[in-house]
T-cell receptor, first 116, second 114 residues
C-alpha cells in the first residue's frame, strides 16, 4: 500500500529565515505530487504540482519554490519567509492521470508553519 | 464567482440523524468529484469519490451527483459525534491535461451533538 511521509509536523521560523519542507511517497512509482497550503479559516490553495522528476508547475506567484529531485520526493522551499507564509502545508500524491477521470489526492499529515 | 461553493455552516445535527452536505461547482466540464473529511488540526482524508450521475453508497455515506445542476452532495446516515469535522468538496479541473489538480470548496463544519 502507498504511504506518504511529510516532515516536520510543526515549525516556528522567524521572518526572513529559509524554509525546507520535505515529502516522500512509498509504494507507488511516478506519482503526481502536490503542495497545498491552508491558511487559518481558509480553503486549500494549490501551490505547486509535479508530474515527474524535475518538472514543477507553479499555481500562484509567491516567494516559495518547489523541487522534485527524485521520483517520490517533493521539497518546498523559501529563501526568506514572510509573515504571510504562515499556514498548514500539505503534500499530496495521486496516481498518474491517464484519463479525465482523475484519481483522488492522498494527503500527508501536514506541516504547521508559524512565521514570527 | 467561486469555482466550488459550500455552505460553511456550522451544520448541527443530533446523533442518529442524517447530515446533508451540499456543494455546487461552476465548471460544467468537471468529471471527478470527491468528498474529504478534515478533523481539526489534521489533514484531509478521502471518504468518497463519484464520477457518474446518481447515488453512490459506502457504509453510512452516500454521495449524490447531478451534473446537469452542477451539484454534488454527501449524506451521512446515523450521524455520530465522531463525524464532527469539516467536510471538503473537491472537483477536478476539466480536461485531460488537468493532472489531477483538484479545486476545493471552503468546507462545511459539521457538529453532531449527543
Amino acid at each position: 500500500s502507498q504511504t506518504i511521509h511529510q516532515w516536520p509536523a510543526t515549525l516556528v521560523q522567524p521572518v526572513g529565515s529559509p524554509l525546507s519542507l520535505e515529502c516522500t511517497v512509498e509504494g507507488t512509482s511516478n506519482p503526481n505530487l502536490y503542495w497545498y497550503r491552508q491558511a487559518a479559516g481558509r480553503g486549500l490553495q494549490l501551490l505547486f504540482y509535479s508530474v515527474g522528476i524535475g518538472q514543477i508547475s507553479s499555481e500562484v506567484p509567491q516567494n516559495l519554490s518547489a523541487s522534485r529531485p527524485q521520483d517520490r520526493q517533493f521539497i518546498l522551499s523559501s529563501k526568506k519567509l514572510l509573515l504571510s507564509d504562515s499556514g498548514f502545508y500539505l503534500c499530496a500524491w495521486s496516481l498518474t492521470v491517464t484519463s479525465s477521470y482523475n484519481s483522488p489526492l492522498h494527503f500527508g499529515n501536514g506541516t504547521r508553519l508559524t512565521v514570527t | 464567482q467561486k469555482e466550488v461553493e459550500q455552505n460553511s455552516g456550522p451544520l448541527s445535527v443530533p446523533e442518529g440523524a442524517i447530515a446533508s452536505l451540499n456543494c455546487t461547482y461552476s465548471d460544467r466540464g468537471s468529471q471527478s468529484f470527491f468528498w474529504y473529511r478534515q478533523y481539526s488540526g489534521k489533514s484531509p482524508e478521502l471518504i468518497m469519490s463519484i464520477y457518474s450521475n446518481g447515488d453512490k453508497e459506502d457504509g453510512r455515506f452516500t454521495a449524490q451527483l447531478n451534473k446537469a445542476s452542477q451539484y454534488v452532495s454527501l449524506l451521512i446516515r446515523d450521524s455520530q459525534p465522531s463525524d464532527s469535522a469539516t467536510y471538503l468538496c473537491a472537483v477536478n479541473n476539466a480536461g485531460g491535461t488537468s493532472y489531477g489538480k483538484l479545486t476545493f470548496g471552503q468546507g462545511t463544519i459539521l457538529t453532531v451533538h449527543p
